[in-house]
């Protein structure tokens, strides 16, 4: 099955600064590849997603690459606010019941 | 629209007792997922119904863990008897069909702790 890995498991930053987080897949079948934010005691939310047939995309101060030739994706967040402090969970989709697999999480804290 | 709704939030019961969750997704989504997510970790899939059907159940216990959606709207998981090691929160998720396409809207989960 699918095997997502996510790094690194804890990140800190200053506001203003720009986080970066990296997950990598082992099925080469998966093709939908979401990010979801996930506040303390709070439900997951999307932030945003890709698919397969696009290298990256953005929405405002969120942006997600895609590398398929290496299984590798990532979220990219500039000008952080300590509103962005939470924990990220990248996942992968594919095959015929296009199960998600999730990975173990960032927790981003912005530091004011 | 309303959101996936969950009940109770909370719970708390001793190890080899019974308890049962409910889900109702949102309005017209055909498939519900239910989650485990423990503690430090990514959810992980328990089930997946399309309507009332199962589309996976291979990460499922089945010697304790059960799920129905008999009428295609809301869902029961149950564990029966839980072990500590079931204490995470269950999430329940729903999405319009099973496609890539579909995002997935999840409620705000049971936190099940298991003495």
């Known amino acids: 099955g699918e095997n997502v890995e996510q790094h690194p498991s804890t990140l800190s930053v200053q506001e203003g600064d720009s986080a970066v987080i990296k997950c990598t897949y082992s099925?080469?079948?998966?093709?939908?590849f979401p990010w979801y934010k996930q506040e303390l005691g709070k439900r997951p939310q999307l932030i945003i997603d890709i698919r397969s047939n696009v290298g990256e995309k953005k929405d405002q101060r969120i942006a997600v690459t895609l590398n398929k030739t290496a299984k590798h994706f990532s979220l990219h967040i500039t000008e952080t606010q300590p509103e962005d402090s939470a924990v990220y969970f990248c996942a992968a989709s594919g095959g015929s019941n296009y199960k998600l697999t999730f990975g173990k999480g960032t927790l981003l804290t912005v530091n004011p | 629209e309303a959101g996936v709704a969950q009940s109770p939030r909370y719970k708390i019961i001793e190890k080899r007792q019974s308890v049962a969750f409910w889900c109702n997704p949102i309005?017209?989504?055909?498939?519900l997922y239910w989650y485990q997510q423990i503690l430090g970790q990514g959810p992980k899939l328990l089930i997946q119904f399309q309507n009332n059907g199962v589309v996976d159940d291979s990460q499922l216990p089945k010697d304790r863990f059960s799920a129905e959606r008999l009428k295609g709207v809301d869902s029961t998981l149950k564990i029966q008897p839980a072990k500590l090691e079931d204490s995470a929160v269950y999430l329940c998720?729903?999405?319009?069909?099973?496609?890539?396409?579909?995002?997935?809207?999840f409620g705000p989960g049971t936190r099940l702790l298991v003495l």
């Open positions: 099925d080469s079948a998966s093709n939908y």
């Open positions: 309005s017209g989504h055909a498939t």
């Open positions: 998720a729903s999405s319009l069909a099973s496609g890539i396409l579909e995002t997935q809207y």
